[in-house]
Structure formats: structure tokens, C-alpha cells
């Protein structure tokens, strides 16, 4: 059964930082990206970064591209994302994704988390 479990939200400051957490299992990791994505209230979900599970490789939105980080523990079975320099615009629930392609789309998502809550007050 594969398993995508978001970690790590909460209210902050803003000008703070936040590191979530989404630790997977269920898949052959090498076959797979992780990717964020977030969506604020009467917004759409949008893509903000993401990472190849096997190679490592990296995506980040523009919008996102100077303040956050995405990182990932093999031996843990856990990807990172860590949001610097908080605003109250990144108020949203992120989630967390597996993919085999690394569009980093929603369309090319086969599996997803239950998200977790960010707000961040001003």
C-alpha cells in the first residue's frame, strides 16, 4: 500500500521558517519524484517543487525558487521542504505527491498526501 504522510505544519510568524516533512513507502523509490504542491483558500493547487527520488534532481516554481529548499533522507524514506522567509501568502495546505515523471504536473500525479495546514500570520 503506498503511503504518503505530510508532516511538519502549523502557525508561524511571518519571516520565519518551516521544514515539512512527507515520508513515503509502498514504491520503488528510484521509479519515482516527490513533488509539493499547495493550495490556499479559493485558490487552485499549484505545483511549488519537487525532486527525483533517483537521481536527485530538483524543480522549484518561480514563484517559490529563492525561498525554498527541497531535500531528500534515502534512509529514511522522507522528502523535505523547507519554506524560509515566510509570508502570509504561503497560508495554504501542502501536500505531498509521487510521480514517475518529473513535470511535477497534476495531471502526471498517481498518488497523494493528506496534506498539511501552514498559516502564517503577519
Known amino acids: 500500500e503506498v503511503q504518503l504522510v505530510e508532516s511538519g505544519g502549523g502557525l508561524v510568524q511571518a519571516g520565519g521558517s518551516l521544514r515539512l516533512s512527507c515520508a513515503y513507502s509502498g514504491f520503488t523509490a528510484d521509479d519515482y519524484a516527490i513533488g509539493w504542491f499547495r493550495q490556499a483558500p479559493g485558490k487552485e493547487r499549484e505545483g511549488v517543487s519537487g525532486i527525483s527520488l533517483g537521481d536527485g534532481a530538483t524543480y522549484y516554481a518561480d514563484s517559490v525558487r529563492d525561498r525554498f529548499t527541497i531535500s531528500k533522507n534515502n534512509a529514511k524514506n522522507t522528502v523535505y521542504l523547507t519554506i524560509h522567509v515566510l509570508k502570509p501568502e504561503d497560508t495554504a495546505v501542502y501536500y505531498c505527491?509521487?510521480?514517475?515523471?518529473?513535470?511535477?504536473?497534476?495531471?502526471?500525479?498517481?498518488?497523494w498526501g493528506r496534506g498539511s495546514q501552514v498559516t502564517v500570520s503577519s
Open positions: 505527491a509521487a510521480s514517475p515523471r518529473t513535470d511535477y504536473e497534476m495531471g502526471s500525479i498517481n498518488y
